[in-house]
């Protein structure tokens, strides 16, 4: 995990909630994908651009420190969206990797994710939200396996399909045509009239 000082009181409890989200089960699929997505890496001198190592060890912390750098992220990107991401580098400075991640979210949401669906820089880093980094990664591989354009590589199955857009376009007569319509829902005002109302506030004339 990052270097930082413990959490206390309410912070603390909010930060168990947020850990006690995290889902074991969900986390090795996402590596299983992310491996066979970038192929796995057969050693040390392997070229930062090819292939990624399994994680040291299983578990939250385990994940996050295997994507803490980025470099994961940016060849997950890059085997989606090939040149993505322009340079991926290993480095041990914070700003480098803390890069390298928002390098990856930029690139995502290019590739069509919603801004909305993605986690921030320091819930990676940090290890803030680590539940948010697992969503983000599971609505990435869905895109990938709803836009069909043979770059995804693994199981279809481990991730649901996004919902695609239906449009429907009209000619001009056709548009015409709707405005002439009466929706059911509006009423119509066929064979009514004003004759015998009064107007408001004015009291009813009895015979």
């Not at 413990?6 to 603390?12: E, H, I």
């Not at 392997?46 to 990624?52: L, Q």
């Not at 354009?149 to 001009?172: H, I, L, Y």
Request: charged share 20%.
């Amino acid at each position: 995990m990052a270097n930082k000082g413990p959490s206390y009181g309410l912070s603390r409890e909010v930060q168990q909630k947020i850990d006690q989200m995290y889902d074991p089960d969900l986390e090795r699929i996402l590596v299983q994908w992310i491996i066979s997505q970038c192929g796995l890496a057969p050693g040390d001198d392997t070229p930062p651009t090819s292939g990624v190592k399994e994680p040291e060890q299983e578990g939250r912390e385990g994940f996050q420190k295997w994507l803490k750098d980025g470099t994961v992220l940016c060849k997950l990107i890059n085997s989606l969206s090939p040149g993505a991401v322009k340079k991926i580098q290993k480095s041990g400075m914070a700003f480098k990797q803390m890069e390298q991640i928002s390098q990856f979210l930029q690139a995502s949401v290019f590739y069509g994710l919603n801004a909305a669906d993605m986690f921030q820089t320091v819930d990676l880093w940090e290890g803030k939200s680590m539940p948010s980094v697992q969503r983000t990664l599971m609505n990435l591989g869905g895109l990938a396996v709803t836009k069909n354009d043979g770059c995804f590589k693994g199981d279809p199955s481990w991730f649901t399909r996004k919902a695609q857009e239906n449009r429907r376009d009209f000619t001009d007569d056709q548009l015409k045509q709707g405005q002439s319509v009466i929706g059911l829902q509006m009423g119509t005002n066929k064979g009514a009239s004003q004759s015998g109302m009064t107007g408001y506030g004015m009291p009813r004339q009895i015979l």
